[in-house]
């Protein structure tokens, strides 16, 4: 299917609330075993995660709602939920070795590292700033994700909970929140119709790799952490410029 911009902007915007609320969920609740009602205090029971995502989704979006004022006056407010709800339940070791791709088996252990930590140090900070941009239209647009059934079976360490989101115009986008299960749930990629989050930043990772190599591309992304820089897919980065980021724009990648 072909996505068009207007689509892209939409539905990578929406992701920002879906991703919080995602994460958030598995941070406040477990995942309960067959024909139990769930609880809400142990996000390590091995079982399907998606029931948790969906009851908590609408919940969590209000709290951000709940939160948009002071969002809007405060953007330290959203770094303080991103710290709470969103940082520790993203696997974000395997985020780096998906971004880095065919480079990481050459990375050695204390570049591998490096490029962990300044790799979610830019993704945290990216998704505060389309967070901080978007808080009105993320509370606004919640409304009518349908979720299709899940595909979990007893013993997965993987699984996917699938959604399908409205967007303006009635068109609609479909989303898939991978996650990876040791010890704990994780999200690890999120996809928009075929669209891989990790694929998109592996393809400006990789051209910095071309050109300057893994100990240029540490420190790069180590000089633009102590600058505050954001990189953000295209269909996410804000029209308007955001107070104390310098943003730099990337192309969206197709899923491989």
């Known amino acids: 299917m072909t996505v068009t911009a207007f689509r892209l902007h939409s539905t990578w915007m929406r992701l920002i609330s879906l991703l919080l609320a995602a994460v958030s969920s598995l941070s406040q609740a477990s995942l309960a075993s067959p024909g139990a009602p769930p609880s ?57 070795r998906l971004i880095i791709g065919k480079y990481w088996r050459d990375a050695s252990e204390t570049q591998r590292q490096q490029l962990i930590k300044e790799i979610e140090s830019l993704l945290t900070r990216s998704y505060v700033t389309a967070m901080v941009s978007y808080v009105d239209q993320i509370v606004e647009q919640q409304k009518g994700t349908k979720y299709h059934p899940s595909r979990y079976q007893t013993g997965d360490k ?73 990189e953000l897919p295209e269909s996410i980065a804000p029209e308007e410029p955001v107070e104390n980021t310098n943003i730099k724009v990337i192309q969206p990648a197709a899923a491989k």
């Not at 390590?44 to 029931?51: E, L």
């Not at 699984?159 to 399908?164: D, G, L, M, N």
């Open 40 to 96: 809400l205090d142990d996000p390590t029971v091995f079982s399907d995660p998606q029931p948790l995502v969906v009851k908590r989704l609408d919940e969590l979006v209000r709290q951000l709602g709940d939160s948009a004022e002071q969002i809007r006056k405060d953007p330290k407010v959203a770094y303080r939920i991103s710290d709470e709800l969103m940082a520790p339940h993203i696997d974000f070791p395997r985020v780096a």
């Open 158 to 230: 993987k699984s996917s909970v699938r959604a399908t989101i409205p967007l303006e115009g009635g068109q609609s986008a479909d989303v898939q929140y991978q996650l990876y299960y040791r010890g704990e749930w994780k999200i690890y990629d999120i996809r928009i119709e075929g669209i891989s989050l990790a694929i998109t930043y592996r393809t400006s990772m990789g051209d910095k790799i071309k050109k300057a190599g893994l100990d240029g591309l540490i420190e790069q992304l180590a000089e633009g952490n102590r600058k505050g820089e954001v």
